[in-house]
């Protein structure tokens, strides 16, 4: 019994990995999900994109600088499918 229930969680454990959220084409749920991103934050992030990269986003969004790019790109956030550090976006 107990294997069963051990393999039944390790079957669950992609489920819980973290989703990526591309902020080129997410809805407003999908943005407000990702911890960080508020209402007025997710408004910005709308009105700005279409973003080319993580250097573009952070020039054209006030309240996202290269801390918050890091922090959004670890809970998922994506752009153009690249997360912050991949995008060589630190010289933001």
Do not use: C, H
């Amino acid at each position: 019994m107990k294997r069963r229930a051990l393999l039944l969680w390790a079957a669950a454990l992609p489920a819980l990995a973290q989703a990526e959220v591309e902020a080129n084409t997410a809805t407003r749920a999908e943005l407000e999900s990702l911890p960080g991103l508020g209402p007025a934050l997710v408004q910005r992030l709308l009105a700005a994109r279409p973003f080319a990269d993580w250097t573009d986003l952070t020039r054209r969004v006030p309240g996202i600088k290269a801390a918050t790019a890091r922090k959004l790109s670890a809970a998922g956030l994506r752009v153009a499918g690249l997360a912050y550090s991949a995008a060589g976006g630190e010289a933001g």
